[in-house]
């Protein structure tokens, strides 16, 4: 169980470097390759926006990497839950104000390694 949790956990850290590596070094790019419906001038303009956004996106990512290097099994499993439970969040909102699609990306695969630290006791 542990190990699913692990490679869960990994999957979601892998997400939100590529969100980081996207928002930060190819928004232009790959921003208007993700983001169909939007102006080229979109993207132009919400340069500096995306790249902070990455950059919060990479210290999920960090925090979620932290548990790999934890060995209090209590303090590893509250870190756990307190950075997929910010990205579910996330998830939602984004859901909610952008597209349900953002849900299905990010917070799903949150939600799973989330409900997987829960059932680790």
């Not at 979109?42 to 990479?58: D, E, I, M, P, W």
């Not at 209090?72 to 969040?89: G, N, R, T």
Request: net charge neutral; charged share 10%; hydrophobic share 55%.
């Amino acid at each position: 169980m542990e190990a699913a949790i692990s490679i869960l956990t990994g999957i979601v850290v892998i997400e939100h470097l590529c969100f980081m590596y996207i928002e930060m070094f190819e928004w232009k790019r790959m921003g208007q390759m993700t983001f169909k419906s939007y102006p080229e001038s979109f993207f132009n303009a919400s340069k500096g926006l995306a790249a902070n956004q990455g950059l919060y996106n990479g210290f999920l990512a960090v925090g979620l990497i932290w548990t790999f290097f934890i060995t209090d099994v209590e303090w590893k499993q509250a870190i756990a839950v307190y950075f997929l439970s910010c990205i579910v969040l996330a998830g939602i909102y984004g859901a909610i104000t952008i597209s349900r699609k953002i849900f299905y990306i990010q917070g799903l695969p949150a939600l799973v390694a989330l409900i997987g630290w829960l059932l680790m006791n």
